[in-house]
């Protein structure tokens, strides 16, 4: 089954952990972007057995890349409760 993650907090309190979620803007300076999506990073369990989460973003102008990452640290996640199909995913 695939779930996709919709919100990741970082940190030991929900509460006053980092907060990202899934098409949230965001304006830095020099940039501005969309977040659109947050990946678990399944080969670096297998290969470390440790948890790594990754950011990816859009930018302006189109360009998708990797924002952050994080790994070693408390993450909750919560999940897209729409099913989602086949042809969501591709």
Request: charged share 25%; proline share 2%.
């Given at each position: ?53 990754d950011l990816y ?34």
């Amino acid at each position: 089954m695939y779930e996709q993650i919709r919100k990741v907090t970082i940190g030991s309190d929900m509460k006053d952990g980092m907060h990202y979620v899934v098409g949230s803007k965001h304006r830095v300076p020099g940039a501005a972007f969309t977040l659109t999506s947050i990946v678990y990073d399944e080969r670096h369990w297998i290969k470390y057995g440790t948890l790594k989460v990754d950011l990816y973003i859009t930018m302006a102008a189109g360009e998708e890349r990797i924002w952050k990452s994080f790994q070693d640290m408390p993450i909750a996640f919560e999940y897209n409760l729409k099913s989602v199909t086949t042809n969501e995913m591709a």
